[in-house]
């Protein structure tokens, strides 16, 4: 066993070029190498994948990792390969002659990784295959489809909870970004006859700068925001279709590669916009929510949201495709009150049962208190996910600091309100009694006969919603949302009210102004040398065109910016840098070399 994890590290350091393990790895990568089942929970770029390939190159038998798309495959099959480990994919997309060379190769027990679908996993004759091939391991990825709580559930996912004897394996191994509590239980009981070794990783993604801002123009925010990012692979999503195409087209004639993605489009438009932006490491995607799944390209520079997410598990999941390599990456989230609207309306208007829909407002209200809380973005966030941290100095509120008010007084008028009709109000309702909008609620209650009535006409109704949105994220309000949504005030709100405690809100969510300074975030490339970087990423792309695969394939980003930085003049320089393992010095070692001392032909 300690022979073996000696194994992985050496493996680590000369197969992938990579000097350490990412948090949590380590341990899971143990787990599995010992035989024991496990369910690893870890967020979107934290490193899963190598959790099951590295064992695998360790092990010596085969692992069969069951991915749910294609494309993602296909990626992994083209890094595999690309590192020297034997690995392929059964699909229905591969040609014949390749799926029968495929066979052969796990009948000659040749393969360390085989990657399938579910549905080739239906079928007897491939697990009988599987049988002869010596399947020891069966890694599932993405596990949250087997529940039918996550957003993704695919029925398919189901019949795996009998796929390890099916093949024969001694484990199944299962890996997934998605948090919530009531998902993982669902996908252990679904995939394991006991409960397996669970790994729950850290939520954080420190290289991640966070930034979240109300619309003033939006349009024109956004094509600043793709300007400052100019030549670097970013995601722009959007809440509709035509908005998409609307941006894409807006951003094209301004000069930026930009295409769009959405499921109204040709499957063919769709794939191919899709495949330029995997395979190119400048190319902006404008897309709805459809974009995204399974897209496993580490180098994405930037996410924007130009439309509020649906909540905070998709904000999170969204923004998380930014900076999988750990490399600085930027994200701006922009929001309106149009925005707001619509997402509650879309709960409303869902066929989902009460608790469902309770759950879902839930998950709105905590991204709206994302937008709005005063405090550091990653506290508000992690807090979300049940995690505590400083404030990270990474986020716009930690740069910038916010402007606050004395919002006393303010939040004294709004529980007073909640207070004298008894709780059992919603926010319009509430925000009405302040406003002094005899409403015909508002009649029918007697409700414009409270002293309240109209005690903060001075504002309009947005600043008096955005300040119940942040007394809420503070504390001193909940929402009872199992009793139609009534505002009840807590302990800490009885504090405010009763003069003992005071709050802070922010100024500048009441009424959103543009603010005027550059955003920052251009990715820092520590001292690599501008039109160094630049040639070796030109020699990259003409690597990887030749050879038909992604530009991360060949070299991740940090490769070639430590290339720049430090510029190696042997070989065995050159292996010291992060991400060059054997493999890949030996197949393009020389050619990034003779860019470096510049003696190219
Ligand atoms: P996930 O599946 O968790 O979203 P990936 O497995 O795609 O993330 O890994 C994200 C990126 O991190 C990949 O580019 C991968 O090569 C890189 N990576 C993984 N482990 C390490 C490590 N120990 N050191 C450096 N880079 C790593
Ligand atoms: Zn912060």
């Not at 414009?448 to 504002?459: E, I, N």
């Given at each position: 066993m300690a022979d073996e994890l000696t194994r992985a590290r050496t493996i680590l350091r000369?197969?992938?070029?990579?000097q350490e393990f990412r948090p949590g790895q380590e341990a899971i990568i143990a787990a599995v190498l010992g035989g024991e089942d496990v369910l690893a929970v870890m967020p979107t770029?934290?490193?899963?994948?190598l959790c099951y390939q590295l064992p695998a190159i360790v092990g010596g038998g085969l692992t069969l990792v069951v991915s749910p798309l294609i494309a993602l495959m296909r990626d992994q099959v083209a890094q595999m390969r690309a590192l020297g480990v034997p690995a392929a994919s059964l699909n229905s997309s591969n040609e014949p002659d390749e799926n029968r060379r495929t066979t052969e190769a796990l009948r000659g027990r040749a393969l360390r990784l085989l990657y399938a679908a579910p549905e080739r996993l239906a079928r007897n004759d491939t697990t009988a295959l599987l049988r002869e091939a010596g399947c020891t391991t069966v890694a599932i990825d993405?596990?949250?489809?087997?529940?039918?709580?996550?957003?993704?559930?695919?029925?398919?996912?189901?019949?795996?909870?009998g796929l390890r004897d099916a093949v024969g394996a001694r484990q199944t191994v299962a890996f997934t970004a998605t948090a919530d509590a009531a998902t993982r239980a669902d996908v252990a009981a679904q995939l394991f006859r006991s409960r397996p070794r669970l790994f729950l990783g850290g939520f954080?993604?420190?290289n991640l700068r966070l930034a979240i801002r109300p619309k003033a123009g939006g349009k024109k925010q956004v094509a600043e925001y793709v300007q400052q990012h100019k030549g670097e692979a970013g995601i722009i999503y959007c809440s509709s279709r035509a908005r998409t195409e609307d941006f894409a087209t807006a951003l094209a004639a301004a000069g930026v590669n930009a295409l769009p993605y959405h499921a109204g489009l040709d499957k063919s438009v769709r794939d191919a916009n899709q495949d330029t932006f995997v395979r190119d490491d400048a190319v902006v995607i404008v897309a709805t929510?459809?974009?995204?799944?399974?897209?496993?390209?580490?180098?994405?520079r930037f996410v924007c949201h130009a439309d509020l997410p649906k909540n905070i598990e998709s904000y999170y999941q969204e923004i998380g495709r930014a900076g999988r390599d750990g490399l600085p990456a930027d994200t701006l989230t922009l929001y309106g009150q149009e925005d707001i609207r619509l997402r509650r309306m879309q709960i409303d208007d869902s066929q989902a049962g009460d608790e469902q829909k309770r759950v879902e407002f839930q998950r709105l209200n905590a991204l709206l208190s994302l937008c709005e809380a005063p405090r550091c973005r990653r506290q508000t966030l992690l807090a979300y996910f049940g995690e505590t941290t400083e404030p990270?100095?990474?986020?716009d509120l930690c740069a910038d600091g916010v402007q606050t008010f004395d919002g006393t007084v303010d939040a004294q008028k709004l529980m007073s309100a909640m207070k004298r009709t008894?709780?059992?109000?919603g926010s319009e309702h509430v925000v009405n009694i302040v406003l002094g909008n005899a409403t015909d609620a508002v009649k029918q209650y007697g409700h414009?006969?409270?002293?309240?009535?109209?005690?903060?006409?001075?504002?309009g109704k947005n600043e008096w919603r955005s300040i119940l949105r942040q007394i809420h994220a503070a504390g001193l309000v909940s929402l009872d949302?199992?009793?139609?949504?009534r505002w009840v005030i807590t302990p800490a709100g009885r504090e405010v009210m009763g003069g003992r405690a005071k709050i802070d809100l922010r100024a500048d969510v009441l009424t959103p102004r543009e603010r005027k300074r550059k955003e920052r975030g251009v990715m820092?490339?520590?001292?690599?040398?501008g039109p160094l970087l630049d040639r070796l990423k030109q020699l990259r792309r003409n690597l990887a065109s030749a050879a038909r695969v992604p530009a991360y394939v060949v070299f991740p980003d940090r490769t070639l910016i430590e290339l720049a930085t430090?510029?190696?003049?042997?070989l065995a320089e050159m292996s010291?840098?992060?991400?060059?393992?054997q493999a890949k010095l030996t197949r393009y070692g020389a050619a990034f070399l003779a860019v470096i001392t510049g003696k190219e032909s």
């Open positions: 000369d197969v992938f070029g990579f770029g934290s490193g899963k994948s993405e596990a949250h489809c087997v529940s039918q709580w996550g957003h993704d559930f695919r029925p398919e996912y189901l019949a795996l909870g954080d993604r420190p929510v459809a974009f995204g799944m399974g897209i496993d390209k580490p180098d994405v990270c100095g990474n986020c008894g709780e059992r109000f414009d006969k409270l002293p309240t009535f109209g005690v903060g006409a001075a504002r949302v199992a009793g139609y949504g820092p490339t520590g001292d690599a040398d430090h510029q190696p003049k042997t010291a840098i992060h991400g060059v393992g």
